[in-house]
């Protein structure tokens, strides 16, 4: 059984509508954002516009300024004269490049309305390059004109080589002391101190003692023993001496013969034996007192020959210790050179780091600025977008009344469905109407 096909259908339509001054804001406000003008195409409107981007300021004819390029004046060689910002004391603008502020990079700062910089980051302060350069520069030798390598590295080098030559000295000193200590300690001979020549290899630094020789004897030559010290005039008071030893003997020898004359013995043999034991007497005594005053010579020459060598030996323990002395004082110097030279590597590293960090410090708030004018820059780029945000919330949260319009669409009855509906209900109602419709024969042969 076939479905009826109803022969209205009805099409209603809803429409709300805000009232007429809340629509003419929400336009006005989309107008602002963005629009196109119909008749010129030109694009208007804060989203039509890179707010990150700003206008380059142009100088006019009449000495104004301008963002558009077209009211711009322009130079001798048609180029457009731009504007930049001044760096006088009052600040302003100024066409010479020579005048205007530049930025980190020496490229000037161009006159701009709006826009927001780009970002960056400061470079090394002037401090914190003196610090790099204090550390960094080349340190050229004097005498050659070489590179000796960065100022700051290595710089106690020359002073540890100066360390190292005075600690040299100082051990050539302390050798040299040893060296005269050996001189110091040989035993004392009466005849005096073979002198020795001290020779030093220069390729081997080997020392060689060496007896120096009479060149005309060709015997070793001394130094010091008792004949240095001998009186030279023991013989003349030896010979003096013996002179009145035999002055008194022959005094004593007529005394003698003046008394054998008396007693009638003169001539005698008994004259002679007395004589020759007088003559005995006086050679006895004259070499006893020979022997006793050359002793006396000889022995005061020892004593004195003695204590000069010891004298001697103790002025070659002093000099040495001297010079063992001097040899620790010059190495303890070196030590101190060295010492100097890693204090002013230290000195310098310490300078540098003050330096550089006072520079970090300039470096920092130099950033601290920028960043604090970049950020105030895209405040006020963004601040437009801001408003307009505030505004459509404010739109949006009025209470508004809304009228609904509703429209109610018929359509055109279809006259072959009226036709077809028609035929269908006849033949459900049999009789001559079935007649009618089986009177109709279809004469194409398909069904």
Known sequence: MATAVPDTVALQQTMRMLPEYQERLAKDLIANIYYTDPETGVVSGI?????????????????????????????????????????????????????????????????VMGGVPEADIMQFTDAQKSAINLLAQPRIDPQTGESLGPQGIGLYEPLFQDAQATFEEGVDSFKEGISSLG?????????????????????TGQVTRT?????????FITRGGYKQFYDPFVEDVIDVTQAEIQRAGDIAGIGSRAQAVAQGAYGGSRQAVTEQELQRNIDDRKARIGAQLR??????????????????????????????????????LGTRQGAL?????????????????????????????????RAAA????????????????????????????GI???????????ILGTAQSLSAGGGNIGGILGAIQNTSGSR
């Open 47 to 111: 989203a039509s516009v890179d707010p990150l981007r700003g206008m380059q300021l142009y100088q006019t004819a009449d000495g104004g300024r301008t963002t558009d390029p077209a009211q711009g004046a322009r130079d001798a060689d048609g180029n457009l004269i731009k504007l930049y910002r001044s760096s006088a004391e009052g600040g302003g603008f100024t066409t010479d490049m020579s005048q205007a502020l530049t930025d980190q990079y020496g490229t000037p700062i161009g006159a």
């Open 378 to 405: 895209i405040e006020r780029a963004y601040e437009p977008f801001q408003r307009f945000g505030f505004v459509s919330d404010i739109l949006q949260g009025v209470p508004t009344t809304q009228s609904t319009l």
């Open 408 to 418: 109610t669409s018929v359509p055109r009855p279809n006259p072959v469905a009226s």
């Open 341 to 373: 030279g890693e204090a002013s590597q230290a000195a310098l590293q310490r300078d540098v780091n003050a330096l550089f960090n006072v520079g970090s410090l300039e470096q920092a708030q130099q950033q601290s600025e920028y960043d604090v004018q």
């Open 295 to 332: 002793s006396a010579a000889f022995t005061g020459a020892q004593k004195q020959a003695q204590g000069a060598f010891e004298n001697q030996m103790k002025r070659g323990q002093t000099a040495s210790q001297l010079f063992g002395q001097l040899g620790q004082g010059i190495g303890a």
């Open 211 to 219: 007896p120096r020789t009479d060149p005309t004897t060709g015997e």
């Open 183 to 203: 001189d110091t300690t040989a035993a004392y001979d009466p005849e005096g101190q073979i002198v020795y020549d001290t020779v030093t290899d220069p390729s």
